[in-house]
């Protein structure tokens, strides 16, 4: 397990496995989210456990560097219309997205996530927000015009594979990119600091995506098909667990003004995540509607 974990421990006996599960929690807790892998022997598990039951605690995330958000207040304000920022992890959620959206709205920058991310909060009455396509041409024709990428806990968008004639990087070759928070600070308070900086209004009210759920397909059961069934009748607060890479993507573009939803989904090339994600959510979640997909021989039916 070492190799594939951030941190390994093996429970010692059955008065260790309060304490040893708390720390395991902890650890996979802190930001931005790592592998903690806890080894609990049968005689532990089926053991009277005596002594007090250890509660976890969610480790802070690290603060914001002022002087990274000055910066990129500077380059925001000074490249209006050419500028990107570029999210992932908690900014994606609907609350630091609205600050996000405020932002964007007082300095003319687009928004947009990084491909792969845990979880995203979309739908209708949030924030609209697309991707890093995940096709080389298409990355390179969106930030074509771009000069300034401000990173918000994502990294700068390469491609996945490194493919014959084509360039790794997506970005523009003389555009500047600024780290302004790393994955594991308070994005939060990161974003609540670089709208304070660039003169966003408190009281603002940024753009979100209006309800118009597409119409039901009639025609052949291909991915375009299936996204827009999805999109149409998914309820409010569904969680949509995403193992798809290359069917999945027709999902996003048919989805914006679908009901209020969460997107998890694969965040690296292996296949397999897609059922434990959707049973992990289900049961986080038991009064919501979860949806799932699965990839088999690489094909990804939702």
């Known amino acids: ?25 902890s650890v996979a807790m802190t930001p931005p989210g790592q592998v903690a892998t806890l080894i609990l022997p049968a005689d532990a598990a089926w053991s009277e456990a005596p002594g007090e039951i250890v509660q976890a605690e969610r480790p ?13 207040a500077t380059a925001l304000r000074g490249d209006a219309g050419r500028a990107v920022i570029l999210l992932s992890g908690r900014a994606l959620r609907e609350d630091t997205l609205r600050v996000a959206g405020r932002i964007a709205k007082a300095t003319g920058a687009r928004l947009l996530a990084q491909q792969s991310n845990a979880r995203m909060a979309r739908g209708a009455g949030r924030v609209p927000i697309e991707r890093v396509p995940y096709a080389v041409d298409r990355a390179l024709a969106l930030f074509a015009q771009t000069s300034t990428v401000v990173l918000v806990g994502a990294k700068a968008p390469v491609s996945f594979f490194a493919y014959p004639g084509k360039p790794s990087s997506m970005l523009p070759e003389h555009c500047r ?3 302004m928070a790393r994955p594991g600070d308070d994005l939060a308070a990161a974003l609540d600091a670089l709208a304070d900086a660039v003169g966003a209004p408190a009281d603002g009210e940024p753009a979100v995506n209006a309800r118009s759920a597409p119409d039901l397909p009639d025609g052949p ?15 409010e607060g569904a969680i949509l667990c995403d193992e798809s890479v290359s069917s999945g993507r027709d999902f996003f573009p048919v989805s914006h003004g679908a009901a209020p939803h969460d997107f998890l989904q694969l965040t690296g090339g292996a296949i397999g995540l897609g059922m434990p994600l959707a049973n992990g959510a289900a049961i986080a979640c038991p009064d919501r509607k979860v949806i799932g997909s699965a990839s088999i021989a690489g094909i990804s039916p939702s």
């Open 1 to 25: 397990a070492r190799p594939m974990s951030d941190w390994v421990r093996r429970v010692n006996g059955p008065a260790d496995v309060s304490r040893a599960a708390a720390e395991a929690v």
């Open 60 to 72: 802070p995330a690290w603060r914001p560097d002022e002087g990274r958000i000055r910066e990129a």
């Open 177 to 179: 990119v600024l780290e």
């Open 221 to 235: 059961l291909d991915s375009l098909a299936i996204a827009r069934a999805i999109a149409a009748l998914a309820p």
